[in-house]
């Protein structure tokens, strides 16, 4: 398999995505457990604004992506109860971050929103012992009104050539 920098075209370099959003989630904590907000409108550019949600579980080791989208924010909450290692890659070749990388640890010990807008190409492997949780909360509905679309995304998963390597 290719190495970061091998592959088509030219090398990522390690930055910050523009339109990429990160915020840190605060935990209200009293003796029945926890509580944090996950979507506020009134914190939100409205483009963005959920279309549905859904939950999915990762297990340890496994990973999602790289993929991206051509239409679609994807508004992701990473709460735990594991950690997970998110990298993302602007694929726009209009934006000013253009070829850039960018990685971080988010979950149980980190918990984030993370905010995805369309063309940054995304993955995330679970790195904790244990399964773990992501609500996603993208501004489009999958394959559309009544599932009736095709579905928004470009998978970068069985290309041997993609640039999008995450070891």
Known sequence: MAKMGEGVG???QEGVILGVEVRLLKKHQ???????????????NSR????????SETLPGATRGPHEHVAQTDYFCFLGPSTFRLILWDNRVTSPSYRI???????E??????IVPEGVVH????????PGWVINC???????NGRKEPV??????????TPFIID
């Open 10 to 12: 030219q090398a990522f």
């Open 30 to 44: 009293d003796s029945r457990g926890w509580l944090t907000e996950i979507f506020r409108a009134d914190e939100i």
């Open 48 to 55: 963005i604004n959920p279309a549905m949600a859904y939950v």
């Open 101 to 107: 990388r960018q990685e971080l640890l988010v979950g």
């Open 109 to 114: 010990e980190n918990p984030s929103i993370v």
């Open 123 to 130: 993955a995330y492997r679970n790195v904790g012992d244990k």
């Open 138 to 144: 993208p501004n489009r509905l999958y394959a559309g």
């Open 152 to 161: 928004d995304e470009i998978r970068h998963e069985s290309d041997p050539n």
